[in-house]
């Protein structure tokens, strides 16, 4: 039994570790967008989505635009009040 618990416990660590939406509402909510955005899009349908996933005045604060040319437009996971570095990225094009 005890060897069980030895399992699970790094086991239940590294899985929280490396799936961060699970316990990080930031995370959940951009993952959401990403997913929202299908295949075939317009610029015009994404912001909406974007704006659906984000509203005004919402808990969260939206992605930042990093690219936003007629060809491509790049969206990074806004890093909010979080110390960490911004490394979740949305690229389309």
Known sequence: MSLAVLIFLPSLFFMLALNAW?????????????????????????LEVM???????????????????????????NPEDSREPNCEGIFLS
């Open 51 to 77: 704006k659906a996933n984000y509203p005004v005045g919402g808990l969260r604060k939206g992605p930042i635009v990093s690219q936003d040319e007629e060809e491509s437009l790049w969206f990074f996971m």
């Open 22 to 46: 699970i316990t990080d509402a930031r995370f959940r909510t951009y993952r959401n967008f990403y997913y929202d955005i299908e295949k075939g899009m317009s610029r015009a349908e994404v």
